[in-house]
């Protein structure tokens, strides 16, 4: 399987916000998208998912050759506003919906349990989507997209209402789906460290250009996160091996 982005650019109102993308990640890639905030990063994974129309090529196929369409390109938003009456069992359910008859068959139900399972939402099942906390919903939602079988997992902020414990397991569980599949997932994260540590691929963006691609050693460079952000930062890798990204202060030089 192989994503291929060519000069995508993406303009709102005549502003062009994103400029010129261009990047190629392979099946069983978790790609990390990281930067300053009102850079680009949701504009880039919404034209991914085709939620923005954009210019240039986005190329995605599979092991077979064969485009995959945005049927198979799950999308997670930073947050869920959607107001419903609906159970957390079926909000997951509609993950199934492109698949569903009348009568639901009880392999749907069958991954359903599963994916609650392994999310440990198990206990949420029957509550109220509306009811849950930001958090919860975060987790449904992941969900609804894991139980979809996706080709391609796009995940905004997946983390950002989550505590330690369910930022690791939404990352893990993001890492095993691709592996599993051999999907590609694309990750906005602000967090850098989760990212370095989890992700193949690093892509920096900064005021809607890709400043850097590659490999999170390669990307978490000092000097380039130090433009990117006007930040002086501390890039180190603690004792259990891990990359750190601390903010020191904000940077006086700018460009
Ligand atoms: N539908 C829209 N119409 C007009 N402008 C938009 C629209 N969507 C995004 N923008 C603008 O595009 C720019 C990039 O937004 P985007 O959401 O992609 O940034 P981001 O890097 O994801 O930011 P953050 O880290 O804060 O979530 C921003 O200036 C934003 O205001």
Redesign the pocket.
């Known amino acids: 399987m192989q994503m291929k982005l060519s000069q995508v650019a993406v303009s ?2 005549q ?1 062009e ?2 400029k010129s993308v261009s990047a190629e990640f392979r099946g069983g890639e978790l790609v990390a998208v990281i ?10 994974i919404k034209a991914i998912a085709k939620l923005n129309t954009y210019q240039g090529n986005i190329d995605i196929v599979d092991e077979q050759g064969k485009k995959v369409d945005k049927s198979q390109i799950a999308y997670v938003p ?1 947050t869920s506003s959607m107001q419903t009456d609906l159970s957390v069992f079926e909000m997951v359910l509609l993950g199934r919906v492109k698949d569903l008859s009348w009568k639901v068959e009880s392999v749907h139900l069958e991954a359903v349990a599963d994916i609650l399972e392994k999310l440990g939402l198990e206990a949420l099942s029957l509550q109220a989507f509306s009811k849950l906390s930001g958090g919860q919903k975060q987790m449904v939602i992941m969900a609804q997209a894991l139980v979809s079988n996706p080709k391609v997992l796009l995940l ?2 997946p983390t950002s209402a989550l505590d330690l414990k369910h930022q690791l397991q939404v990352l893990e569980i993001a890492k095993q789906y691709c592996t599993e599949t051999q999907g590609i997932t694309v990750i ?1 994260l ?1 967090d850098l460290a989760l990212a370095a540590r989890y992700s193949d691929e690093m892509i920096l ?1 900064n005021e809607g250009y890709a400043v850097k691609k590659g490999k999170p050693e390669a990307v978490l460079d000092i000097k380039l996160l130090e433009k990117a952000y006007q930040v002086e930062v501390d890039v180190s890798t603690n004792s259990s091996g891990f990359m750190t990204v601390t903010p020191v202060k904000p940077s006086k030089a700018v460009g």
Request: proline share 5%; glycine share 14%; charged share 20%.
């Open positions: 709102f109102q502003k916000v994103l930067g300053p905030n009102g850079t680009g990063k949701t504009t880039l930073q905004d902020e906005v602000h963006l």
